[in-house]
């Protein structure tokens, strides 16, 4: 228990990192706007504001996520990570709609861009800051295994390939002399936002609708399991489901007739430990029948 707990702290404070993150770059991207008039910079000033949006939200969730179990929720509060990535999720959504809002105006009626090099000074800071920021989180999602850091992690590389793409056209403007391709990269940026943005939302309808462990993870199980072959037992309905960082195995245990209610319930207690063994903080259900109801 002291382990989880130290994890949800740790959860915290990454979350609070996100946030902080999320207050500089909106700083810095709304000024490399002021002083350029980009409206790829503009969108990308933004997404940055979403993303304060979604690491707060992510905070509170995780806050939610760390309440120890009650009556009404005897199971623990885990599954609150997945509201995190489906508001995450939507607010990429939202976040591609306004970008094209903006920019399709745009590309109807170009507009030269000024101090290009202050504003590309602040983009390129930002943009080291999110993806700084984006890596720290990724890894301390899957260290942690929580939704909501893996969540913000991803929300946060689609601003970081946002502001890229904007760049790109703003560094390309003055060189072609295009002034539409500001505002016509700012729109493919919007739709590549989109498809991140589907899978998080994808994700937290799986995760919210209980949906089985990875395959990786139950491919453990099942070797675990399996490497009880010769003590005259075996398994059957193998059941799993994930919810946040929180893992369930059920299993039923088939024990020879002749076997004392003690040697079996032990070897139960040897099953669950084995898959502990593998995923780590399981919470492992055993049911024991004899091998005669087959």
């Not at 109807?108 to 080291?128: M, R, Y």
């Not at 295994?145 to 913000?152: G, K, R, T």
């Not at 729109?187 to 395959?215: N, Q, S, T």
Request: hydrophobic residues 50%.
């Amino acid at each position: 228990m002291a382990d989880i707990a130290e994890s949800e702290r740790s959860a915290h404070h990454f979350a609070w990192l996100s946030i902080a993150t999320a207050i500089a770059t909106i700083g810095l991207k709304t000024g490399a706007w002021w002083v350029t008039g980009s409206v790829g910079l503009l969108s990308d000033a933004m997404e940055s504001v979403v993303n304060l949006a979604g690491a707060s939200f992510a905070l509170w969730m995780l806050l939610i996520a760390s309440t120890p179990p009650d009556d009404r929720h005897p199971w623990g509060h885990s599954k609150a990570e997945y509201f995190s990535s489906g508001f995450e999720g939507t607010l990429i959504f939202i976040a591609a709609i306004a970008i094209a809002a903006t920019a399709i105006p745009r590309l109807l009626h170009p507009e030269p861009l000024v101090s290009l090099d202050i504003g590309l000074a602040l983009s390129v800071l930002s943009t080291l800051l999110n993806f700084i920021t984006a890596q720290i989180l990724a890894r301390a999602g899957q260290r942690l295994n929580s939704v909501a850091l893996d969540a913000d992690a991803r929300h946060l590389m689609t601003d970081v390939w946002t502001t890229g793409g904007v760049l790109v056209g703003i560094v390309l403007v003055p060189v072609t002399g295009w002034l539409w391709l500001d505002p016509a990269i700012a729109l493919v940026v919007a739709a590549h936002i989109l498809k991140e943005g589907f899978r998080l939302m994808r994700g937290a309808v799986g995760g919210l609708m209980d949906e089985a462990m990875e395959p990786e993870e139950q491919a453990k199980v099942v070797a675990a399991l399996d490497r009880f072959g010769g003590h005259g037992v075996c398994w059957r309905n193998l059941r799993t489901r994930s919810a946040g960082r929180n893992r369930f195995v059920q299993l039923d245990l088939l024990v020879p007739p002749d076997w004392t209610v003690e040697r079996a319930h032990q070897m139960a207690d040897d099953f669950e430990d084995a898959v502990r063994a593998e995923i780590p903080g399981a919470h492992v259900t055993t049911h024991v029948e004899p091998l005669k109801l087959l």
